[in-house]
């Protein structure tokens, strides 16, 4: 893939994303997306966007993904999937598109496609801090606060550190992460930047700057933050959208990736309907009122 890299993105819904789905499989869900919305209701949403590429011509690529040739040449293409978690608590594929590119544009009409099929009532946003993606979560999701990627905002902290410190600091920071406060939280993260800006003045401002966005998923009961907080779910499906991939190498064309990719969607899909549930949403729901003030209260600070 050279050096693009991956965006992920989670929303707390408390609405659902109705409408049928399409020949093309981007709508997957007949049952879990065509279901009646209700304050009760709700899905936590994982995006992620893949390097593809097209070949018309079938001309071999270096690269480790396919590869589709439109007007005669070898072409890339982004990939972007949405999977949820229901109000049953089991995931679910909520659609997928292939863009050109991956800008606010492209995000935007995404995020907009799965709005008019019904998702409201988002409360959370959790993604990268990749500046297109932010900005289309923003404003497509204008109400609902916005949780940096843990994993994502780490590496990038420890990419200005040197060396030498980055064992320790990265140490100290899963220590700061896994505090049960927000109070906790914010006390581990001053001692931090108070130990660390003399020798890692870098890594310190990126840390003193996205602090606060590191740590909305705390408004939330603790059973869920981890799951969240983490790329696990997202990277199950991206590891099984890979091994298809390298199998085919080269697409011939967009339409044959939404022929193969939405297959092997749909097929997870009705398999996850039917398995374990990720999460047990009563707690959630029971503490639905408290949950909004505590988001209120982090947007604010």
């Not at 992620?48 to 072409?75: F, I, M, T």
């Not at 890339?76 to 800008?103: C, M, P, R």
């Not at 959208?241 to 080269?250: A, D, G, L, M």
Request: aromatic share 8%; hydrophobic share 35%; proline share 2%.
């Amino acid at each position: 893939m050279g050096e693009r890299h991956e965006e992920k993105v989670i929303i707390k819904s408390r609405g659902r994303v109705r409408g049928p789905g399409s020949p093309e499989f981007r709508s997957l869900s007949e049952a879990g997306l065509q279901g009646e919305g209700s304050e009760n209701s709700g899905c936590l949403f994982f995006s992620a966007r893949h390097e593809l590429c097209l070949s018309r011509h079938g001309e071999p690529s270096g690269g480790e993904h396919g590869k589709v040739r439109e007007d005669h040449r070898v072409k890339s293409k982004a990939l972007f999937v949405a999977i949820g978690i229901n109000n049953t608590g089991h995931k679910e594929v909520l659609g997928f598109e292939v863009y050109d590119s991956e800008k606010v544009n492209t995000w935007k009409d995404f995020f907009e496609s799965l709005k008019s099929r019904g998702l409201r009532g988002v409360d959370i946003v959790i993604s990268d801090a990749h500046a297109g993606l932010v900005e289309a979560i923003k404003e497509c999701f204008s109400g609902s606060s916005w949780q940096r990627y843990h994993a994502h905002f780490t590496r990038n902290i420890i990419d200005k550190c040197p060396k030498k410190y980055s064992t320790g600091l990265a140490s100290e920071m899963r220590d700061m992460f896994n505090a049960t406060t927000i109070e906790e939280a914010r006390r581990l993260k001053e001692s931090i930047y108070d130990e660390y800006q003399d020798v890692a003045n870098e890594a310190m401002v990126v840390l003193d700057e996205g602090f606060e966005d590191s740590i909305t998923i705390m408004a939330l009961p603790s059973k869920y933050r981890i799951a969240l907080r983490t790329s696990n779910i997202i990277e199950r499906e991206n590891r099984e959208i890979r091994r298809r991939e390298k199998v085919i190498q080269i697409f011939p064309n967009t339409e044959s990736i939404i022929r193969l990719i939405g297959a092997v969607l749909q097929d997870d899909h009705n398999d996850w309907s039917v398995g374990h549930r990720i999460f047990d949403m009563k707690e959630y729901y029971d503490k639905l009122s408290s949950i909004q003030s505590n988001l209120l209260k982090i947007k604010a600070a």
